[in-house]
């Protein structure tokens, strides 16, 4: 059973910046989520995409959105970055229906405005 | 609005030594509660969730965590710690309707004195 996998595992961009983050779901799983953790912080939701769809949104800018493809497989787009973006990005995916709140976390992705 | 305090910012502990890590919430209805583990540069692991009936619930590394109602609060207990525990722990709450959403607090960071 692979886990979820997330690239690139750091980057660094220049503020108003537009950066791509990626997210292979655990096999099976057919709802993946993202969340903002910023240093010293716990984790915040952005939001969660099931079966390609929104299906959940935080309290963060439209200039953070997502895509769910067929394959369940996700991608985190941030445009017109700020300097407050740097932060761990987590991705999760889960299968509701098996108990709820099955997440299984990515290790992240390390983002710094400069 | 789903809110989670995590009093105690930073523990020190000797291995060996019992631990106690404090968990309230603020929550409408009856929650779900989770009790998650950040090592350093690592995603996030589940160590225990309570969803209903037995209010003492084991999880993985030997932890078990306690609800208790009157008090709002979910603390998370281990009778004796190793070095490896040593990371961030943060808890988080979970609601019934919509997304698996999960609300994080600010974690605690635990060290291990040898």
């Known amino acids: 059973e692979t886990g979820v996998t997330q690239s690139p595992t750091h980057l660094i961009k220049t503020r108003g910046q537009q950066v791509t983050l990626r997210c292979s779901s655990q096999?099976?799983?057919?709802?993946v989520s993202w969340y903002q953790q910023a240093l010293g912080q716990g984790p915040q939701f952005i939001f969660q995409?099931?079966?390609?769809?929104?299906?959940g949104r935080g309290n963060f800018p439209p200039r953070f959105s997502g895509l769910q493809f067929p394959n369940y497989s996700s991608e985190l787009n941030v445009n017109a970055l700020e300097l407050d973006d740097s932060a761990l990005y987590l991705c999760a995916s889960s299968q509701p229906g098996q108990g709820g709140y099955g997440y299984t976390f990515g290790s992240g992705t390390r983002l710094t405005v400069v | 609005a789903q809110s989670v305090t995590q009093p105690d910012i930073h523990i020190t502990v000797s291995e060996g030594a019992s631990l106690e890590l404090r968990c309230n919430y603020s929550?409408?209805?009856?929650?779900?509660l989770f009790w998650y583990v950040q090592s350093p540069g690592q995603g996030l692991q589940l160590l225990l969730k309570y969803f209903s009936g037995d209010t003492l619930v084991q999880g993985i590394k030997g932890f078990e965590a306690e609800f208790k109602r009157s008090q709002s609060s979910f603390n998370l207990r281990k009778p004796s710690v190793h070095w490896s525990d040593a990371a961030e722990y943060f808890c988080a709450v979970g609601g019934l309707q919509g997304a698996q959403k999960l609300v994080f607090g600010q974690g605690t960071r635990l060290t291990i004195n040898p």
């Open positions: 096999s099976g799983h057919n709802t």
């Open positions: 929550y409408g209805a009856t929650p779900y």
């Open positions: 995409y099931y079966r390609e769809e929104e299906n």
